[in-house]
């Protein structure tokens, strides 16, 4: 990212940190109930939480004060739109969410 190199740790398939090679600085933290299903994002010591549809697809992310941060819609094809509280359109995730349609990673270039 931007010429720093990051260092991944992963639980099995899942990406559960991301952190500073120069600082061991945690940047990103995902806490998962089950295999590729997050529930809570650490993201500059604050904690964003998941929210799920029927398929599993994240469907919105709150904050701690259980405030609606962001919200996803997809077309049929799972391309993901991401909306802020009030609908504006945002171009990427202000919670550093990687997750979108059915669950599985998706790295976009927000970051």
Do not use: C, W
Request: proline fraction near 3%.
């Amino acid at each position: 990212m931007n010429g720093n190199i990051l260092n991944y740790t992963y639980s099995g398939m899942k990406q559960i940190e991301e952190r500073d090679n120069a600082t061991n600085t945690i940047l990103n933290k995902t806490i998962f109930s089950n295999f590729l299903t997050p529930l809570v994002n650490e993201k500059n010591n604050t904690s964003f939480y998941y929210h799920q549809n029927e398929l599993n697809s994240v469907e919105a992310i709150t904050n701690q004060q259980g405030r609606l941060l962001e919200k996803y819609e997809y077309d049929v094809y799972g391309k993901m739109s991401i909306y802020d509280s009030l609908n504006n359109p945002l171009s990427g995730s202000l919670a550093g969410n990687r997750f979108g349609f059915i669950g599985p990673g998706l790295r976009q270039r927000h970051r």
